[in-house]
């Protein structure tokens, strides 16, 4: 099945996902993991100001949810789609600036996921209103309205497909993390052999009433016999294309560096 989405490459983290082209919502990664897209929305929100109590109002949907609809996909950890080209470009007008045409991309949904399908009308018309009467409804899947806009919630794996935006965010990286190159190429032969290395994941805590959002990196394939077997066979038997200029600079005696999220740091105050 394929769907489509706004991809912001011009910010590093998701350009880094972007050019490794498989996106992963995965709770069993772990139950702090938050979805990418929420936690761009959070650190908006939190850089805006003014914003933060819509977070108690998510919260409040993914109980009800937990509660009342639990094979429905959560808001907190789902990745977001729109199921045609038409749905995507109408959200970009009913929307604001951050979805940009030229971030559209096609997406291939892979393997075995969990799909929801609400209306974006109720979070546009009712997330700020204080008045929560309306999330079982959004949760079951009716229309807010006459026109409502559908977005998907998916839980599972996907693939970016086409190459221009990918190439894009090959640019935003090097600029960005130019000595990660390596293991930004590690990362995308990883994905064709099965394995999340290099997997930038979002991950919740709360303490009281603070929340606080880091990103890790998965590298526990970075000492898998196994997996580095098999990376070393792709490689060296051409099963597929390689950057060879970028993984030299990780064998040649160079250090191979991971991104600096430290600025993917944020916390707030419920």
């Known amino acids: ?97 951050n979805f940009r045409e030229d971030h559209l991309a096609e997406i291939e949904l892979i393997g075995q996921y969990g799909l929801s399908r609400y209306d974006s009308e109720w979070i546009s018309q009712q997330m700020g209103s204080g008045d929560w009467s309306w999330i079982t409804d959004y949760l079951s899947g009716h229309p807010q309205g006459t026109e409502p806009l559908w977005e998907l919630l998916v839980e599972g794996r996907d693939y970016v497909l086409g190459t221009d935006l990918r190439e894009r965010a090959y640019e935003v990286v090097s600029r960005e993390w130019p000595e990660s190159l390596p293991l930004l190429e590690f990362a995308r032969l990883a994905v064709e052999l099965g394995s999340d290395l290099g997997l930038i994941v979002p991950m919740l805590t709360v303490d009281g009433n603070v929340a606080r959002v880091r990103a890790a990196m998965d590298m526990r394939d970075a000492r898998n016999p196994e997996f580095l077997s098999r990376l070393e066979s792709y490689v060296k038997n051409g099963e597929g294309p390689v950057n060879f200029a970028d993984l030299r600079r990780g064998f040649g005696g160079g250090e191979m560096r991971a991104p600096d999220l430290g600025d993917r740091f944020f916390e707030f105050t419920m």
């Open 1 to 97: 099945m394929n769907v489509f989405a706004f991809l912001d490459v011009e910010d590093p983290w998701i350009a880094w996902l972007v050019y490794r082209a498989e996106m992963v919502a995965l709770t069993t990664v772990s139950e702090q993991a938050l979805s990418l897209w929420h936690t761009k929305y959070l650190r908006d929100a939190v850089g805006q100001g003014g914003r933060v109590p819509y977070y108690r109002t998510e919260l409040e949907i993914d109980r009800v949810r937990s509660g009342s609809f639990p094979q429905k996909v959560s808001r907190l950890s789902g990745l977001y789609f729109f199921e045609d080209v038409a749905s995507a470009r109408r959200a970009g007008r009913r929307w604001d600036g």
